[in-house]
């Protein structure tokens, strides 16, 4: 089931205790467009079905990404792209977005994606697994 926009922005600004939906939807671009560029094929197409049209539309059109980035390298370009953010609270913003986007994607879904990105990444959708990869 695909989330509202409304629904998706409230659950980001309740998770990241932001003030305005505005700031909400500020980390939910940024974090969006960083993902999806380590997202491929039917994986972020199911993805995007799960989100709203807006987020859907920036995970399918991501920033592109010369290489997988670990997930020191995600936090630092989030706090990059995030006014006002740090690598200190840059982990903060993308836990907010990636841990509502890992509840409207379910475990099935989640599995497949955490294949695509480098070790440590479930930890940043709040979802830490025990399983190690080949």
């Known amino acids: 089931m695909t989330l509202r926009w409304e629904a998706f922005l409230e659950e980001v600004r309740e998770r990241g205790e932001y003030d305005s939906p505005q700031e909400a939807e500020r980390a939910a671009r940024v974090v969006l467009a960083l993902l999806g560029a380590h997202l491929v094929g039917d994986v972020r197409a199911e993805l995007a079905t799960r989100l709203p049209e807006t987020m859907a539309l920036i ?59 480098p070790p440590g990444y479930d930890l940043l959708f709040g979802r830490p697994t025990a399983r190690t990869r080949p």
């Open 59 to 117: 995970l399918l059109n991501p920033l592109q990404a010369a290489e997988p980035l670990n997930t020191e390298r995600f936090v630092r370009a989030t706090a990059a792209w995030i006014e006002g953010a740090t690598e200190a609270t840059a982990p903060w913003d993308i836990g907010a977005v990636l841990s509502t986007v890992a509840d409207a994607a379910g475990d099935d879904l989640m599995d497949q994606v955490l294949l695509q990105l």
